[in-house]
């Protein structure tokens, strides 16, 4: 367990009542999912409950008790990226990576999600990997965009 | 003297004191109003919806849920009302829609005539989701061993991380609140076990009682009862007898109190 990153995030938040969310996506943003044993050393430094983190882990779509792949890819199925075809992009995305949504590749250099509506519509469909938003994609982008991100930019990382 | 609010529930010329709510009033008239969330003991949640009166007068007219809804000055309650029987049936169907074998929830629809639902899902689920396991625990026993999972259909009651629970202590109060009983509990030699959707969530080993040495109780919730109720007396519980050797009123050995300590409060 990285108790020092944990113990970082904590002493940002002097406060921890009400701050509950605000730590868990920090937790996130590090680990890039909310592993167990994190949440209960955050239980036993904060007094709240591990129920009580354990239920908002769950509630919240954005949070994921799952360990995730490197490069997060977003499928919107919002309205209007629905009707303008995100089915097909959605299943191309499970062709190309071999997996169902909510599931990651084995490598871990990718998860696939399935999201609603991401507040992009004009630009739909949409997909989102990682920051970037790809607007317009057509089912034979997908091949591509995916290539772009399986190699790391520069080999620094 | 407590403020005391006129209200009328179906007719029915009420008085009930201030902040108590309509389901509380209705229950003091005599008037029934059928629930399964609602607890004496908990604080109210508004889950299960049965309750739902229709109110005008004092508020704007239209349908609430009277177990959340605080008594007001001139209020006018119905409680049987055309509208009201349609919508509680309808409930009563989306209950029973989960829940096609729950007897409970069987009773309250032939009552309220419901014979079927049309919105049957396949599934055999005793629970209601009415969250008095959770209430109980969180803000009672003041465990937090339950909570609520996921969201919409998916919602649940479990524990954390859905696995054995450390933190429950076995006191078995979730099971004595259910409404429909979908939380068993378990007492075979001196194991307890506590089940929820056929799955075990807690297991404990019984203490057996200093009398008659029948196992009856977890040694957590021993612990728990020394912490909450003997130590803020400067008490000691040091033999813990089973219910039913409490009743046969046998003498406790003498070690168990001094009574010197005790201190009796005035209310």
């Given at each position: 367990m990285d108790v020092a990153t944990v113990d970082a995030i904590l002493s940002k938040f002097p406060e921890t009542k009400g701050n509950l969310i605000a730590i868990l996506h920090e937790v996130q943003n590090q680990f890039r999912y909310l592993p167990e044993e994190e949440l209960r050393y955050i239980s036993k430094k904060t007094g709240i409950p591990i129920t009580q983190i354990y239920s908002i882990a769950n509630f919240y779509n954005r949070f994921t008790l799952k360990p995730q792949g490197k490069n997060r890819v977003c499928v919107c199925m919002g309205t209007a990226c629905h009707v303008k075809g995100a089915e097909r992009i959605m299943n191309e995305m499970k062709r190309i990576l071999g997996i169902e949504a909510g599931e990651s590749t084995d490598d871990m250099t990718f998860s696939l999600e399935e999201v609603r509506c991401i507040g992009a519509c004009s630009l739909a469909p949409a997909v989102v990997i990682n920051e970037d938003t790809h607007s317009k994609v057509s089912p034979r982008q997908v091949g591509q965009l995916i290539k772009k991100y399986q190699q790391p930019p520069s080999p620094k990382a | 003297m407590p403020d005391l609010i006129h209200l009328t529930i179906n007719g029915q010329d009420v008085e009930a004191r201030a902040g108590t709510t309509v389901l509380e009033a209705a229950t003091q008239a005599g008037i029934y109003i059928p629930t399964l969330c609602h607890h004496e003991a908990l604080e109210p949640e508004g889950t299960c919806r049965l309750c739902i009166v229709e109110v005008s007068g004092a508020l704007r007219h239209g349908i609430r849920v009277s177990c959340i809804q605080e008594v007001k000055e001139g209020l006018v309650v119905e409680t049987e009302t055309e509208r009201i029987q349609k919508n509680r049936r309808l409930i009563l169907e989306l209950l029973l829609g989960r829940s096609p074998y729950c007897k409970e929830l069987l009773d309250l629809a032939a009552k309220c005539g419901v014979m079927t639902s049309r919105f049957l899902t396949g599934e055999n689920d005793?629970?209601?989701?009415?969250?008095r396991c959770v209430r109980v625990c969180r803000d009672k026993i003041e465990v937090y061993a339950l909570c609520w999972v996921n969201r919409g259909n998916q919602r649940k009651v479990a524990t954390d991380f859905e696995r054995l629970s450390e933190y429950c202590i076995g006191c078995g109060s979730c099971a004595q609140v259910c409404p429909t009983g979908a939380i068993k509990i378990e007492d075979r030699g001196n194991e307890r076990k506590i089940y929820m959707w056929g799955q075990i969530i807690a297991k404990f080993k019984l203490e057996p009682c200093k009398q008659c040495g029948r196992p009856f109780a977890p040694k957590k919730y021993l612990d728990r009862i020394r912490e909450r109720a003997y130590k803020p007396k400067g008490l000691e519980l040091v033999d813990a007898v089973c219910p039913e050797c409490i009743k046969k009123k046998e003498p406790l050995p003498p070690t168990t109190m001094d009574l010197s300590k005790i201190q009796f409060k005035m209310w």
């Open positions: - | 005793d629970c209601v989701r009415c969250g």
